[in-house]
T-cell receptor
């Protein structure tokens, strides 16, 4: 069974400060890993994903994440926060495409506040 | 390109009423999913489908039913609404060659 743990349900940073959102996963097979963002009253939008290859993944809006197999982590970072980054962020894991089960298992989410 | 479309966006139901949440996608995706989102809980999988005519239960299927008669449509049925079904419901789809799922805008359901 897969699981995802996001440390910190709320994170507050100042505008221009580093954003670090933590995600640890558990999976019996090498997983695919995702970060989704949800703006108020909106659906989920894909920020970035790790499938294979380079472990440092760049996404939209200046976000990036690094897959660390030894630490079973996939933390999300952004060097400089912007007010528009305020949203809820979800880390998720799925099995690889060739295993048949693709449904996502989500973490509980981290709400990011950006202070002016 | 509409993507994944959910209707309605908002609904208030009385206890014991029934309703169908509609989901349609225009990307010819094989995989479709229904999730519910509760505060502080992330999203939980209710049902999923790997193609027309094939559905299976997810983590929290009790109180719900689904059907998949066409590739495009994946409706979610609540037969006897209960307050515990107050939630935001998201439909998603995924193609055979896609590694990620595409989400609809959600349906906010309140059962009173």
């Amino acid at each position: 069974a897969q699981s995802v743990t996001q440390l910190g349900s709320h994170v507050s940073v100042s505008e221009g400060a580093l954003v670090l959102l933590r995600c640890n996963y558990s999976s019996s097979v090498p997983p695919y890993l995702f970060w989704y963002v949800q703006y108020p009253n909106q659906g989920l939008q894909l920020l970035l994903k790790y499938t294979t290859g380079a472990t440092l993944v760049k996404g939209i809006n200046g976000f990036e994440a690094e897959f660390k197999k030894s630490e079973t982590s996939f933390h999300l970072t952004k060097p400089s926060a912007h007010m528009s980054d305020a949203a809820e962020y979800f880390c998720a894991v799925s099995d690889r495409m060739d295993t048949g089960r693709r449904a996502l298992t989500f973490g509980s989410g981290t709400r990011l506040q950006v202070q002016p | 390109n509409a993507g994944v479309t959910q209707t309605p966006k908002f609904r208030i139901l009385k206890i014991g009423q029934s309703m169908t949440l509609q989901c349609t996608q225009d990307m010819n995706h094989n995989y479709m999913y229904w999730y519910r989102q509760d505060p502080g809980m992330g999203l939980k999988l209710i049902y999923y489908s790997v193609g027309a005519g094939i559905t299976d239960k997810g983590e929290v299927p009790n109180g719900y039913n689904v059907s998949r008669s066409t590739t495009e449509d994946f409706p979610l049925r609540l037969e006897l609404a209960a307050p515990s079904q107050t939630s935001v419901y998201f439909c998603a789809s995924q193609g055979l060659k896609n590694t990620e799922a595409f989400f609809g805008q959600g349906t906010r359901l309140t059962v009173v």
